[in-house]
């Protein structure tokens, strides 16, 4: 899949996780999210410096979607700190992807 798809889906399914109200949906889609995140430094094809300024909103909207669902209270304790964790592990994984588009870029 090229990056302009892998963006493209990627916006679709943080735009699903911003309106989902289901706990088990909302866990799901995020998963789907992080692994997805987790898969780019792994894409074929050019990254450019859009794709990635795109892909900094999309972590962050992601991030936003998080703390919104932890805010509004409506989850117990336990999935309020794997989703807190979830946040942690976005951030973690968007240090990697600069890290390596940076590598790319000076190459």
Avoid: C, K, N
């Avoid at 088990?24 to 859009?50: C, S, W």
């Avoid at 999935?79 to 992807?97: D, H, K, N, P």
């Amino acid at each position: 899949m090229t990056m302009p798809l892998v963006l493209a889906a990627l916006d679709t399914t943080v735009q699903e996780l911003r309106i989902e109200q289901h706990q088990r949906a909302f866990i799901q889609t995020l998963a789907h999210i992080v692994t997805a995140l987790g898969a780019i430094p792994d894409a074929p094809g050019d990254f450019t410096t859009d794709d990635m300024a795109r892909l900094v909103e999309l972590a962050g909207e992601t991030i936003e979607a998080i703390e919104l669902r932890i805010d509004s209270g409506g989850d117990g304790e336990d999935v309020q700190q794997r989703l807190a964790g979830t946040v942690y592990e976005v951030g973690r994984r968007m240090e990697t992807i600069d890290a390596w588009f940076r590598r790319r870029e000076s190459a």
